[in-house]
C-alpha cells in the first residue's frame, strides 16, 4: 500500500547546525504521487513547510529544502543552519491530485533547537 | 484569522458518552477531513467529504461517524466513546482542483477519553 516513513524523533541540534530528517515513500496506487513537508508549531495546526509534485524537482521555503527522489523513493528534508525557531514537528506527506485528494503522513519528527 | 477553526480545543468524556467535534472553514474549500493522531504514529484518515450532506469513509471510520451540513461545516461524531478514541484530532479542508493536493488545518482538538 502507499505509506511515508520518516526519522523517528525527537531530535536535538544547537542553532546554526545543520538538520536533515530522512522521508522515504511507497506509492503503489498513486501513478502521479505529490510530495510535502508539513510543519506543526505549539499550539497550532499543520502548515505546509514545502511541496513538489514533479520528480526530480526540488522544493525550498523558509531555507528548508527537499528534493523529489523518484529513484530512491525519498523526499529528505534539509537545512543548512537551524535556528532556534525551527523547533517544531515535521510531517512527510504524500498525496495525489485526484479521487479524495487524500494526504498520507509519516509519523513526525519532533525537532528541538538548543540556542 | 484562522482559515480552519475548530471546537473544542479540548474535551474530556466519558466511556459510551456521545462526543462531537466540530470544524468551520472560511477558505470556501469542497474538501473536508477528518484525521487523528496518536502518539508515534501519523495523521490517519477518519472521514472526508467533498460535497455538503454527503461524506466518505476514510481509513479507519469505525466507531465514528461524520456530518456536512453545509459547504463550511464538518462535524465528527463519536456516539459511543471508547478509551482507544484518546486522540488528537485534525479537521482540514482542500480546494481539490489544481495541480497539487495541499490542504489547510485546523488547530487540532486534544479528546481524552477516561
Known amino acids: 500500500g502507499d505509506s511515508v516513513t520518516q526519522t523517528e524523533g525527537p531530535v536535538t541540534v544547537s542553532e546554526s547546525e545543520s538538520l536533515i530528517i530522512n522521508c522515504t515513500y511507497s506509492?503503489?496506487?498513486?501513478?502521479?504521487?505529490?510530495l510535502f513537508w508539513y510543519v506543526r508549531y505549539p499550539g497550532e495546526g499543520l502548515q505546509l513547510l514545502l511541496k513538489?509534485?514533479?520528480?526530480?524537482q526540488k522544493g525550498s521555503s523558509r531555507g528548508f529544502e527537499a528534493t523529489y527522489n523518484k529513484e530512491t523513493t525519498s523526499f529528505h528534508l534539509q537545512k543548512a543552519s537551524v535556528q532556534e525557531s525551527d523547533s517544531a514537528v515535521y510531517y512527510c506527506?504524500?498525496?495525489?491530485?485526484?479521487?479524495?485528494?487524500?494526504?498520507?503522513f509519516g509519523s513526525g519528527t519532533q525537532l528541538t533547537v538548543m540556542p | 484569522e484562522a482559515a480552519v477553526t475548530q471546537s473544542p480545543r479540548s474535551k474530556v468524556a466519558v466511556t459510551g458518552g456521545k462526543v462531537t467535534l466540530s470544524c468551520h472553514q472560511t477558505?470556501?474549500?469542497?474538501?473536508m477531513y477528518w484525521y487523528r493522531q496518536d502518539t508515534g504514529h501519523g495523521l490517519r484518515l477518519i472521514h472526508y467529504?467533498?460535497?455538503?450532506?454527503?461524506?466518505e469513509k476514510g481509513d479507519i471510520p469505525d466507531g465514528y461517524k461524520a456530518s456536512r451540513p453545509s459547504q463550511e461545516n464538518f462535524s465528527l461524531i463519536l456516539e459511543l466513546a471508547s478509551l482507544s478514541q484518546t486522540a488528537v484530532y485534525f479537521c482540514?479542508?482542500?480546494?481539490?482542483?489544481?495541480?497539487?493536493?495541499?490542504?489547510?488545518f485546523g488547530p487540532g482538538t486534544r479528546l481524552t477519553v477516561l
Open positions: 482540514a479542508s482542500s480546494d481539490g482542483t489544481g495541480d497539487y493536493a495541499e490542504q489547510f
Open positions: 506509492a503503489t496506487s498513486i501513478a502521479y504521487p505529490n
Open positions: 513538489v509534485i514533479t520528480a526530480g
Open positions: 506527506a504524500l498525496g495525489q491530485s485526484s479521487g479524495s485528494w487524500q494526504l498520507i
Open positions: 477558505n470556501n474549500h469542497d474538501y
Open positions: 467529504s467533498y460535497v455538503a450532506d454527503s461524506t
